[in-house]
């Protein structure tokens, strides 16, 4: 009985696997994987359908699909156009025939394949006038054994890259660590496991990896989803039972009129949802027990000033405010505008980042418990600050932290401040609610009136869109308006990050040389970074080019031009953040979405593509959030696609609905005794869940 359960499987170590030594082991302990239970569920990120497999022979110009080749790398070789565009080059043979397959941009596919290779290749043929047959970016996969094609079913597991193996050698381990376990225990009853349409563990097990047809694989998929939303909605309740036994909150006494008040003392008029949630807010601030509430509303639709209420109701009840911001640039903002509006006689508001001086003064003015309103990033909580007087502690763009940073703010306080957490990431309700658990939900759902809608372009790139760029960036320069130019995130390093930024900047400086432009990136001094910031502010810089630092919060309503270069590298929430940088004032906005030099939308990746149609064409951030799932969707045929949450591994909580559904429907009824099996294993395999948080 024991034996079959993930506790025990956690015991029994790799060096137990036929022919893994020491070598084979350490790789996999570099990436968490000690156990047999870590070798079973580490997933493969998808399959390759031999069934689709083709032979070369039989393509040709009809087949408009992706379709498999299995063969024998013949040739290697690379190319660097007068572009400075990388081609990397493979020809590939089975026994029918010869293709030809081309990498475009530094993907280092010469280092990593050489003559002689077996290799799985998957992509949509071009077949040409002359007959000859060539992929563009496919995507290719080595087998050590070609014999082990032959072993597998037909849907060959292709693993995520693991220093020091192959695939191969992954999918051995996994097999025979499958084969050791005849039958696993599972939790569920055999009538549930009927009547939620699922399939049992044990199935489920051998089918994430070796399904037979797709259709097991999705139904193995779909029960271990279920699974982690057991762990999961497991892991909150006990989190709730704990929190509500400890808490005593505070019960404010808001006059009616504290609503109007704040509204004369701001520049503008609120819109009717921003007063909603205000009205929301104040009544949970009203009750006794602490307010625990989530805001969501889209880039733009001013959330900040909907804080700026809250602190204001704080100040006047003589708390302290608190509010965390994910970056230094944006803690840095917040305290420029919020000062302003928070004006009160005897009130002190600071800023508290690692690179603050005056430790000592914010110290004292906490110590002191008068009211006061501290502005900060992960400083915070880095420094163990304990307030004595908290009323309100506030997140912005709360998905840039995990949950127990946000907990850190407010643990061990004599009584629990309320709290509200800020996020611009577009999720339903019910997931919103299962994410959050424990939070309540608020939503800005319009956009500050006379906001014109960004104009949005699409260029590819070839030398003239680059000079189409330099004179873009005039036109609203002459109109006194401000640009942003963003240069993609490498995910190698910062280093190569920050270089392609400073190459960027060098190229503006030259072919705009009248106009100011300032640089800005991760691995500047604070003092750096907040004198642009103060430029741009100001008016002083027109154009900033900078790495993504700054996707999130930032807000100068005087710039209307946003370049995004190397836009097929981006992930489409992450474009429409950083579109929603534009389009906050007045003046008509534009932005740009500019794909690699050398490069055009035939030659990025397909999702790519997807992407850059789909934000051109859309500026809602809900909509965008839908597209993106059909275009995951797409993907996720034959794979699991990248959880939301840092720890789950295969559910996905922004597009697992239904699954999560069935699995709230299982846990209201669960028997005791179940939910403690369930909440066991959650603990067990998921030691840090208290973590998971949305990532996106
Ligand atoms: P986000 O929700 O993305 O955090 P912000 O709070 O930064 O948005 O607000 C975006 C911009 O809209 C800011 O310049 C802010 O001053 C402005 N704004 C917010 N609410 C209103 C309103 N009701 N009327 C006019 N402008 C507003
Ligand atoms: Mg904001």
Redesign the pocket.
């Known amino acids: 009985m024991v034996e079959r359960n993930l506790e025990y499987l956690k015991n029994i170590s790799l060096n137990e696997i036929k022919g893994f030594g020491e070598k084979r082991i350490s790789s996999f302990k570099k990436y968490g994987i000690n156990s047999i239970s870590d070798l079973i569920r580490f997933f493969p990120k998808k399959h390759i359908d031999r069934s689709q497999v083709s032979k070369i022979k039989s393509i040709n110009s009809e087949i408009k699909k992706e379709i498999t080749v299995l063969g024998e790398v013949k040739d290697v070789s690379v190319f660097t156009t007068k572009t400075r565009l990388r081609i990397a080059t493979l020809i590939i043979n089975d026994e029918t025939g010869s293709i030809r397959a081309k990498w475009f941009g530094p993907q280092y596919i010469e280092t990593r394949f050489k003559t002689g290779d077996s290799v799985a290749l998957s992509g949509i043929p071009d077949v040409k006038k002359t007959g000859s047959i060539e992929f563009k970016n496919p995507t290719i996969e080595k087998f050590s054994d070609p014999e082990e094609l032959n072993e597998t079913g037909s849907l060959i597991p292709i693993y995520p890259k693991i220093d020091g193996l192959s695939s191969s050698i992954i999918r051995k381990g996994i097999k025979e660590s499958l084969r050791r376990i005849p039958e696993f225990e599972d939790f569920l009853h055999k009538d549930d496991i009927v009547s939620y349409k699922i399939v049992n563990r044990t199935k489920s097990y051998n089918d994430i990896h070796f399904p037979e047809k797709l259709s097991d694989y999705e139904n193995a998929r779909n029960r271990l989803a279920f699974d982690e939303f057991l762990y999961l909605q497991a892991i909150f309740k006990e989190h709730k039972i704990s929190y509500n036994k400890t808490q005593s909150g505070i019960k404010y006494k808001l006059k009616k009129d504290t609503l109007t008040n704040f509204e004369q003392k701001i ?5 009717k949802s ?1 007063k909603d949630v205000i009205n929301e807010i104040f009544s949970d601030m009203n009750e006794e027990s602490p307010m625990k509430r989530l805001l969501q ?11 700026a209420a809250a602190i204001y109701a704080t100040i006047l009840s003589s708390y302290q405010a608190v509010l965390m911001a994910p970056t230094e640039v944006l803690a840095e903002q917040h305290y420029n ?1 919020l000062s302003k509006i928070l004006l009160f006689d005897d009130f002190k508001v600071h800023l508290l980042t690692s690179s603050v001086k005056e430790r000592k003064e914010i110290m004292n003015t906490i110590n002191s418990g008068d009211p006061a309103f501290i502005i900060g990033t992960h400083a915070l909580i880095q420094e163990n600050i304990k307030f004595n007087n908290l009323g309100l502690a506030i997140i ?2 709360q998905q840039r932290f995990g949950v127990q940073q946000r907990k850190k703010l407010t643990t061990d306080l004599k009584t629990t401040p309320d709290q509200l957490v ?1 996020t ?1 990431t577009p999720i339903p309700r019910t997931t919103a609610l299962a994410i959050y658990g424990d939070l309540d939900l608020s939503v ?1 759902d319009e956009l ?3 906001r014109k809608p960004v104009k949005s372009f699409l260029y590819e790139g070839y030398k003239e869109d680059n000079e189409k760029i330099y004179k873009l960036c005039e036109e609203h320069i002459k109109n006194n308006s401000q640009v942003f130019v963003v240069c993609p995130f490498i995910e190698e390093s910062e280093t190569l990050d920050i270089k392609a930024a400073e190459n960027v900047y060098k190229a503006y400086k030259k072919e705009l040389p009248e106009y100011s432009i300032e640089i800005l990136h991760g691995k500047m001094t604070s003092e750096e970074k907040e004198a642009v910031m103060r430029s741009m502010h100001k008016n002083e810089t027109q154009i900033l080019i900078s790495t993504v630092v700054i996707e999130v ?1 930032i ?1 100068i ?1 005087n710039a209307t031009l946003m370049i995004i270069e190397s836009a097929e590298r981006f992930g489409l929430n992450q474009l429409h953040q950083l579109r ?1 940088r534009v389009g ?2 007045e003046k008509e906005s534009e932005c740009v979405f500019h794909i690699t030099e050398g490069k055009d939308l035939e030659t990025i990746t397909d999702e790519g593509k997807k992407r850059l149609l789909a934000i051109v064409d859309n500026l809602d951030g809900f909509k965008l959030a839908e597209i993106d799932l059909q275009i995951r969707g797409e993907g996720k045929v034959t794979g699991t696609s990248q959880s939301g949450i840092s720890d789950l591994k295969i559910a996905d909580l922004r597009y697992d609905y239904e699954i999560l559904e069935k699995s709230k429907e299982y846990f209201e009824n669960i028997s005791d005794q179940i939910g403690k099996a369930v909440s066991n294993e959650a603990k067990i395999l998921f030691p840090n869940f208290e973590d998971v948080e949305d990532t996106t």
């Open positions: 520049p503008f008029k609120l819109t921003q509303g889209d880039v733009g639709s001013g959330k900040t000033i909907v804080a505008s912005d763009e800020m611009a800005i500050p009136p006379g919060g807000d309503p929603g906050r004032g």
